[in-house]
T-cell receptor, first 117, second 111 residues
Framework: SAVISQKPSRDICQRGTSLTIQCQVDSQVTMMFWYRQQPGQSLTLIATANQGSEATYESGFVIDKFPISRPNLTFSTLTVSNMSPEDSSIYLC??????????????FGAGSRLTVL | EDQVTQSPEALRLQEGESSSLNCSYTVSGLRGLFWYRQDPGKGPEFLFTLYSAGEEKEKERLKATLTKKESFLHITAPKPEDSATYLCAVGDPDSSYKLIFGSGTRLLVRP
């Protein structure tokens, strides 16, 4: 299965600044996604990162706040812009992968834990 | 509204004490039910996918089952290394690839 690397693994940021998270997959994948995991809550899909075109955002998430790039089939970035303490969360990159049976599954990176002061 | 509810929120077991975790869902059309394990500081790790009522899958001490409204993750004779958060998710009826996650069950297995 695909191996996903994210960086930074964690960071402490000041209010009003922006931070870009990088996601690298060790093989070409058709679809990549960005999730947010707030403390004690479930994973919430932010957007689907589309290769060569604008990302597709879920309800409640906008491009100005979470710009996403996907220049090729193995790499994507998520920027958290103009951060506030409410943005403190774990941000997870995932990719559409296949399990041994051939069924589609999502594989996740280890996540990037952001703390905004 | 499509929803996934997991219970209990937290579970403490003694090593060897078998139990089950529950995942109930309400979706208009099930596109697969997924179980993941998440260790602290790590991303979710895929365990099982179930697609139809009556289906069962096993892996070591874990067995996942599926009915029309819920799924169970049975843990037989757990060991301390089984301690983790177990996440359940269902495929979004409106998308082939989106998942709707529950909030997870935190399992602690004491030696």
């Amino acid at each position: 299965s695909a191996v996903i690397s994210q960086k930074p693994s964690r960071d402490i940021c000041q209010r009003g600044t922006s931070l870009t998270i990088q996601c690298q997959v060790d093989s070409q994948v058709t679809m990549m996604f960005w999730y947010r995991q707030q403390p004690g809550q479930s994973l919430t899909l932010i957007a689907t990162a589309n290769q060569g075109s604008e990302a597709t955002y879920e309800s409640g998430f906008v491009i100005d706040k979470f710009p996403i790039s996907r220049p090729n089939l193995t790499f994507s970035t998520l920027t958290v812009s103009n951060m506030s303490p409410e943005d403190s969360s774990i941000y997870l990159c995932s990719a559409l992968d296949r399990e041994d049976s051939g069924a589609n599954v999502l594989t996740f990176g280890a996540g990037s834990r952001l703390t905004v002061l | 509204e499509d929803q996934v509810t997991q219970s209990p929120e937290a579970l403490r077991l003694q090593e060897g004490e078998s139990s089950s975790l529950n995942c109930s869902y309400t979706v208009s059309g099930l596109r697969g039910l997924f179980w993941y394990r998440q260790d602290p500081g790590k991303g979710p790790e895929f365990l099982f996918t179930l697609y139809s009522a009556g289906e069962e899958k096993e892996k070591e001490r874990l067995k996942a089952t599926l009915t029309k409204k819920e799924s169970f993750l049975h843990i037989t004779a757990p060991k301390p290394e089984d301690s983790a958060t177990y996440l359940c998710a269902v495929g979004d009826p409106d998308s082939s690839y989106k998942l709707i996650f529950g909030s997870g069950t935190r399992l602690l297995v004491r030696p």
